[in-house]
């Protein structure tokens, strides 16, 4: 899944017309005859995990579902092996009423009770004990479509039309079906869907058979699943369009794509793309896709932005599908980066599963890392190793927080399954991993991959499993190094000097502690194995060196008498921490500049932006780096510039000094701003036309470049009236602008075209728009539209949190004094309930973030005071709300340590 993942008929028993739900929960009776029937209370309910007594051997669902309603409803029949007597049966169940439920084994059959308390479980208990043995347990039950949230079972509308999908991960499916849903349950699923007869039934595998049943309905049975997990399963129904794209991969599988009615000429894209990602795939892990069809559907999401399904790979739909005109470069590279993420868990997740949620970074991390790797092999011009530098820095940041996560966290309730799919997950995983490939080399990880595959296929494993199959390809034990990463949070810093003494081989001196940025109360005193690469001059040209530093200090010789003129120090960015220089090596490394990749140059910024905000350097000397390396810079490099500056502002911009930063902006990226301008050029390659955006909007907002401004407000309402005459790549970016400035007017003009248009991707740009007004009276009337009701929980959820993002980092241009906490904060106070009713439910959790860019205490006190007695209702908000606070109280250190010499640098301008 990227983070940004069944319903038939009844066949014995006929429960009649599907009836709206009146429960929010699974009933916590079940009702027989009209009277409630008496049960024991269970004595051993499970605390959080199902255990190991009673395993599915195979699961039967068969479910009815019309898009239309507002429920479905059908049975599921699990075959199961008890391995020990027990007098009640323990699944995961929610928001289901359950309707009938029996056991059959040893030839008896037992009715049922069910035990629920609305906590995910269901307690089916017998009237006295069974098992052990083999037996078959049938449950016909009820549950409701969510048309707020995406996931679980739940519909959207396309115009007149409805759709059914479903997402799973990481534990949903209960709200399906009673199954156990956790990942190390791997079974067999045979699926059957009663639809409306002019739908069409989408599941993990090929349809096995299809059945007219009359009155306009029809039942599709799919074919057996190979042993899948719950999380796995899926379904989608609605009128939908199936676009035929051939058949891929070595074993020749049918590849469709999948779109909203009318909306099938705009698959070309994907069509092409997917088979090309795939058979790189297929080459790498050396055996065939795993399963027998690849349908890739179209969704409207809001929680993740793609899911791994077997067979059935959900993505949003602004990223599988586009018209060839909104086919923007920006959509190629990032719908690339996400099909070859979800292709590479039919490996690394579907063909081996996890275990346990402990190892989610089994299959996130190195979905991500693989996604790099294929799409760097597939496109190398796109330069994916200095994206992948840049995205390695931001994981930096949240790792080097106290309340950070590990990679591999023990899993112990709900909050931590939910944190587990983070940027340390994502990101830092997908660093580690390549670190660990530099190390023991591409063609011994390789073939590790392929040992652990083949030998864990259609089964669960865990980390140990992965790092033995390195470790056996590697010729000796890659777990030590590799757990000081997996098993141990934060992020090193790696000092090095150079020592040169005449007649000795070159020394860097290396020491190493935990990064903590200035303010932090975490201790340094932690060591890892840190597999260190530098590239240098020597008597024979550029070299490579490298060695693990394994204890607190330690030495690396360069093997040559040359004292180096130049050193890099993290070569190819392939190691996972931050890189101080000091004496003689700091000359050397600025001499390293011109012999730097883009990553290396990448990586070497954000590393000088790290030691600015641990306090060791002063920020104008960062920013007389940004004025250096901005002469000369690539596009790709410009862009980083310009992220460097906007984490500056307004946060370490004293009020005082606005207008002095907005000279500086202008005066250091202005001209490459103004040059590129709105519209494309004559023989602009991708690289700069994806500059093109961020720069102007750099310039023209936190620069204040009136010329630019204007221009953008002018062409804003060209676009209003006439959707061609901005290029698609720029329309975000221009609205926007306009909007930061833009008065009354313009707020009821966008908001008209808002409600005039259906088409999704317009409707996206124009609720960006809306909660970017600066102006104080439309900003707090766009946080109250986003919870009216007007719009369905996805637009809601993108107005509120643009208009968030807003409150939080510029609150003091709509009004607030700088030491006041953001106007999005009094506005939670005073309708937190109305936010949590309109925002689907993922998002809740969230809501602390929006104090992340606070700066100061009383913002920590306002969202203390907001979410301490609510974050434990919603999973995963406790360690959401602690990293907010402590990232806020860092701000403040960081502020006032920096204020002096952040008002001496821009005293210049």
């Known amino acids: 899944m990227v983070v940004l993942p069944m319903p038939a008929r009844f066949a014995s028993v006929v429960l009649g017309s599907i009836v709206a739900l009146s429960c ?17 209370p269970s004595s051993s309910r499970p605390s959080f995990r199902l255990g190991k007594t009673i395993e599915p051997i195979r699961y039967g669902v068969d479910l009815s579902v019309i898009p239309s309603s507002s429920s479905f409803s059908g ?19 929610e928001d289901l009423v359950i309707h009938r439920s029996e056991l059959k084994t040893g030839g008896k059959t037992y009715v049922a009770h069910v035990e629920d308390k609305g906590d995910g479980l269901l307690g089916f208990v017998f009237g006295e004990a069974v098992g052990p043995g083999d037996a078959e347990l049938h449950v016909e039950y009820e549950g409701a479509f969510s048309t707020k949230d995406d996931t679980g079972v739940f519909k959207q509308s396309e115009g007149n039309d409805w ?30 869907l009663r639809v409306p007869r002019d739908h069409v039934a989408l599941s993990n595998t090929k349809v096995a058979s299809e059945t007219d049943e009359g009155a306009g309905m029809r039942t599709v049975r799919f074919a057996e699943t190979k042993p899948l997990p719950s999380y796995l399963i899926a379904f989608a129904v609605g009128p939908f369009d199936v676009v035929d794209a051939g058949k891929v991969g070595k074993n020749g599988v049918p590849l469709r794509i999948v779109t909203p009615r009318g909306r099938a000429s705009d698959a070309a894209h994907a069509a092409a793309v997917t088979p090309e990602l795939l058979a790189l795939l297929e080459s790498y892990f050396g055996t065939p896709y795993p399963f027998e069809k690849l349908d890739q559907v179209a969704v ?43 292709l590479a868990h039919q490996w690394f997740g579907n063909l081996v599963t996890l275990e346990w949620w402990e190892d989610t970074w089994l299959n996130e991390s190195f979905a991500e890392w ?33 309340s950070a996560r590990r990679i591999r966290q023990p899993i112990l309730s709900h909050h931590d399954i939910q944190n587990a799919f983070d940027s340390i997950t994502y990101d830092k995983g997908q660093a580690v991993l390549h670190m660990l490939e530099s190390w023991i080399g591409p063609e011994k990880f390789q073939k590790g991959v392929q040992d652990y595959l083949g030998k864990h296929a259609f089964q669960n494993a865990t980390a140990a499993d992965f790092l033995a199959a390195l470790s056996r390809s590697a010729g000796h034990d890659v777990a030590p190094a590799f757990s000081t990463f997996l098993d141990q949070v934060g992020v090193p810093l790696v000092t090095v000097a150079l020592r040169c003494v005449k007649g000795k081989p070159p020394t860097l001196l290396m020491s190493q502690e935990r990064y903590l940025p200035l303010g932090s109360h975490g201790s340094t005193d932690q060591v890892w194995q840190i597999p260190t690469c530098v590239r240098h001059d020597s008597g024979n040209g550029p070299e490579v060196t ?39 090596l700091r000359e050397a490394t600025l001499k390293a500049w011109p012999h730097m990749t883009d990553a290396e140059r990448v990586g070497a910024l954000l590393d000088l932006k790290a030691l600015m905000e641990k306090g060791l350097l002063p920020v104008d000397q960062l920013l007389s780096a940004v004025e250096t390396a901005k002469m000369g810079a690539s596009p790709l490099l410009e862009r980083t510039l310009a992220h460097v500056l906007l984490g500056l502002f307004p946060a370490l911009v004293p009020k005082e000094s606005e207008g002095n930063f907005a000279r500086f902006v202008r005066s250091v990226m202005g001209p490459s701003a103004t040059s590129l301008g709105f519209f494309p050029h004559s023989g602009d390659d991708e690289e700069t036309q994806i500059t093109r955006p961020v720069l102007v909007s750099l310039v023209a907002d936190q620069g204040e470049d009136k010329e630019l401004l204007d221009t953008a407000r002018s062409l804003a309402g060209r676009w209003l009236r006439d959707r061609k005459s901005i290029k698609p790549e720029m329309v975000g970016v221009v609205l926007d602008l306009a909007a930061t400035r833009g008065d009354m007017a313009l707020f009821a003009e966008m908001l008209a075209e808002l409600r005039a248009t259906r088409v999704h991707k317009e409707r996206e740009r124009i609720l960006g728009a809306l909660g970017s007004f600066l102006d104080p009276a439309l900003h707090e009337q766009a946080l ?15 107005l509120f949190w643009t208009a968030a993002e807003i409150s939080a980092r510029v609150g003091r241009r709509v009004g607030r004094a700088e030491d006041q906490p953001a106007p999005v904060l009094s506005f939670l106070e005073k309708r937190f309930d109305d936010v949590v009713a309109a925002l689907p439910h993922e998002d809740i959790a969230f809501l602390p973030t929006i104090g992340a860019y606070e700066c100061h205490e009383k913002g920590a006190a306002a969202i203390s005071s907001l979410f301490r007695d609510r974050a434990a209702k919603f999973s995963g908000a406790p360690r959401i709300l602690a990293q907010s606070l402590e990232q806020i109280r860092l701000c403040a250190a960081l502020r006032a340590k920096q204020a002096t010499s952040m008002t001496r640098f821009l005293a210049k301008y």
């Open 300 to 342: 409207r999401l809001t929680s993740f932005g793609a899911m791994e399904h077997p067979g059935l790979i959900t993505y949003h739909a602004n990223l599988l599908i586009a018209p060839p005109v909104g086919n923007t470069i920006q959509r190629r590279r990032k719908f690339a980066a996400f099909c070859a993420h979800e």
């Open 24 to 40: 929010a929960r699974t009933a916590q009776r079940q009702v027989e005859s009209g009277k409630e029937l008496a049960y024991p």
């Open 163 to 192: 759709y059914v999908f479903t997402q799973f991960e990481p534990h949903d499916a209960r709200r399906a079906f009673p199954c156990f849903d956790e990942p190390s349950f791997k079974a067999p699923w045979q699926v059957t």
């Open 784 to 798: 109250a539209y986003s919870i009216s009701g007007e719009l369905d929980a996805s637009d809601a959820s993108h």
């Open 75 to 93: 049975r599921v029949d699990i075959r199961l092996r008890l391995h020990e007597k027990t007098q009640v049966l323990w699944l995961n169940g």
């Open 546 to 584: 490298c060695g693990v530093l394994s204890s607190a200090r330690g030495e690396l010789s360069l093997g040559d008498e040359k004292c180096p003129d130049w050193v890099v120090e993290n070569h190819g960015r392939a190691g996972y921490y931050r890189a101080r220089s000091e004496g003689d």
């Open 370 to 402: 693989m996604a790099t790797k294929i799409v760097n092999q597939w496109k190398p011009e796109w330069n994916t190793d200095a994206y992948r530098a840049s995205v390695t820095s931001e994981s930096m940041i949240q790792d080097s927080l106290v």
